[in-house]
T-cell receptor, first 115, second 115 residues
Framework: AQSVTQLGSHVSVSEGALVLLRCNYSSSVPPYLFWYVQYPNQGLQLLLK????ATLVKGINGFEAEFKKSETSFHLTKPSAHMSDAAEYFC?????????????WGLGTSLAVNP | ETGVTQTPRHLVMGMTNKKSLKCEQH?????MYWYKQSAKKPLELMFV???????ENNSVPSRFSPECPNSSHLFLHLHTLQPEDSALYLCASSQPKGQANYGYTFGSGTRLTVV
């Protein structure tokens, strides 16, 4: 079984500051991990994904995430926040093998970027 | 344009009405999904269709009735809804369900309000 915990439902940063959104997962099998972003009044858009290749994954809009098995974490970072990064961010996990490939979602983290 | 188109974007309906939500994708995907997104709750997977066949129904009340006439189109028929059914309904598509590493492509959603 899999589960996802996103630490902090709201994160606020200044424009130009580091963005760090935390995601910890639990999985009884090797996982696939995803970050999605949802802008206001939009659906979810895939930011990046970890599928057992490189542990440091680069995504769109300057975001990246690092898979750390020892810490069961997949935190999302961006060196310098932009106003347009204000959105809701969701972490999700699924198994990378077996028949049950259901995506398990976190509750989301709302990112505010202050001028 | 995300590749997955949902109509209508907004819908207000009375509890005795019958309406339908439509989802269309031309990405060549074979799996399609209905999700319900409510405030402060994880994304709720409602239905899964794989190659036009329903493969999951996650205990969804019968007042929600899905239809998948082909791999490109998905409908959600609504009747005698309750106010607590008000939410954002998201459609998504992916490669066949067993290939979770591809991630999902989401539509922009239908904001449903039941009055």
């Amino acid at each position: 079984a899999q589960s996802v915990t996103q630490l902090g439902s709201h994160v606020s940063v200044s424009e130009g500051a580091l963005v760090l959104l935390r995601c910890n997962y639990s999985s009884s099998v090797p996982p696939y991990l995803f970050w999605y972003v949802q802008y206001p009044n939009q659906g979810l858009q895939l930011l990046l994904k970890y599928t057992s290749a490189a542990t440091l994954v680069k995504g769109i809009n300057g975001f990246e995430a690092e898979f750390k098995k020892s810490e069961t974490s997949f935190h999302l970072t961006k060196p310098s926040a932009h106003m347009s990064d204000a959105a809701e961010y969701f972490c999700a996990v699924t198994a990378n093998a077996g028949n049950n490939r259901k995506l398990i979602w976190g509750l989301g983290t709302s990112l505010a970027v202050n001028p | 344009e995300t590749g997955v188109t949902q109509t209508p974007r907004h819908l207000v309906m009375g509890m005795t009405n019958k309406k339908s939500l439509k989802c269309e994708q031309h990405l060549g995907h074979n799996a399609m999904y209905w999700y319900k997104q409510s405030a402060k709750k994880p994304l709720e997977l409602m239905f899964v269709y794989n190659f036009k066949e329903q493969t999951e129904n996650n205990s969804v009340p019968s007042r929600f009735s899905p239809e998948c006439p082909n791999s490109s189109h998905l409908f959600l028929h609504l009747h005698t809804l309750q106010p607590e059914d008000s939410a954002l309904y998201l459609c998504a598509s992916s490669q066949p369900k067993g290939q979770a590493n591809y991630g999902y492509t989401f539509g922009s959603g239908t904001r449903l309000t039941v009055v």
